[in-house]
C-alpha cells in the first residue's frame, strides 16, 4: 500500500473509532477510554477479516463502556469480532453467538437466546400487581402450574413486584389474570424473566465439577 492509500485508511479508521480530536496527543496522556480507542484503530490497519479483543472495558467508566460496546458493535458489522470476557452482562450485550470454555474444554455453544432456552426449565417472569401484598400473595402460589412466588416490594402502597417461577408445561398468565381479577387486583406491568448467561456459567461449571 502506498503513504497515501495508507494515510487515506488511517484517517478513516481514527474517523471511524472517533480519536481524531486527539490525533495529535502523545497516547500515554489520553484516557483510559481514548486509549482503547486507539488500539481499535491499530488493530484495525490492513483491514483485517478477525479481531480478537481481549477484555476490552476493563477499567472504564460506564459512559466509555457504552461507547467502547457501539463501537464494538459497529466494527462487528464489517468485521468477524472474538471477544474473550468475563464480564457477562457485556458478552449478552455484544455478543451474537457465545462458547463457554470449563477447564479449556469447551462446554457450550450457541447463541445467548437459544442457551437460555436449552439450560431454563422454568418459565419465569415478574409480574406488577396492586393489591393486598399477602392475598396476592396467597393467589398466586395457589394457581395451578405456579411453583414459587417471590415479592419486591416497592414504596407504593399495596403495590408490589412478584417473581413468578412456573413449570413451562403449564402457561399460568391467563389464569392469574382471571384470578386477580375476580379480586379487584389490576396488573400494571408484566416482563419475562430469561435465564442470565451468568446462571447459565454457573450451571454448567458447577454439574462439571459435581461430575468430577
Not at 48 to 57: A, Q, R, Y
Not at 60 to 89: F, M, N, W, Y
Not at 138 to 164: A, C, F, H, P, T
Request: charged share 30%.
Amino acid at each position: 500500500m502506498d503513504k497515501k492509500k495508507r494515510k487515506g485508511q488511517i484517517n478513516e479508521i481514527m474517523e471511524l473509532v472517533r480519536i481524531t480530536d486527539v490525533r495529535k496527543r502523545l497516547i500515554k496522556n489520553l484516557s483510559k477510554g481514548y486509549k482503547q480507542r486507539v488500539g481499535l484503530a491499530q488493530a484495525l490497519i490492513g483491514n483485517p477479516e478477525v479481531l480478537i479483543l481481549d477484555e476490552p472495558t476493563v477499567g472504564l467508566d460506564p459512559k466509555q463502556i457504552i461507547e467502547i460496546r457501539r463501537l464494538i458493535k459497529a466494527l462487528g458489522k464489517e468485521h468477524t469480532i472474538i471477544l474473550s470476557s468475563h464480564i457477562l452482562p457485556e458478552v449478552s450485550a455484544i455478543c451474537e453467538r457465545v462458547i463457554i470454555i470449563n477447564k479449556g474444554e469447551i462446554a457450550a455453544i450457541d447463541t445467548p437466546e437459544n442457551l437460555s432456552k436449552g439450560f431454563d426449565n422454568s418459565s419465569k417472569f415478574s409480574i406488577r400487581i396492586a393489591g393486598p401484598k399477602n392475598s396476592v400473595l396467597n393467589l398466586l402460589k395457589g394457581v395451578y402450574g405456579v411453583k414459587s412466588v417471590d415479592v419486591n416490594e416497592r414504596k407504593e402502597q399495596d403495590v408490589n413486584d412478584y417473581i413468578v417461577d412456573s413449570t413451562t408445561e403449564v402457561d399460568v398468565r391467563r389464569p392469574i389474570f382471571y384470578e386477580l381479577a375476580k379480586y379487584g387486583y389490576p396488573i400494571l406491568e408484566l416482563k419475562s424473566l430469561s435465564m442470565s448467561l451468568e446462571d447459565i456459567f454457573l450451571q454448567l461449571t458447577t454439574e462439571e465439577k459435581e461430575v468430577g
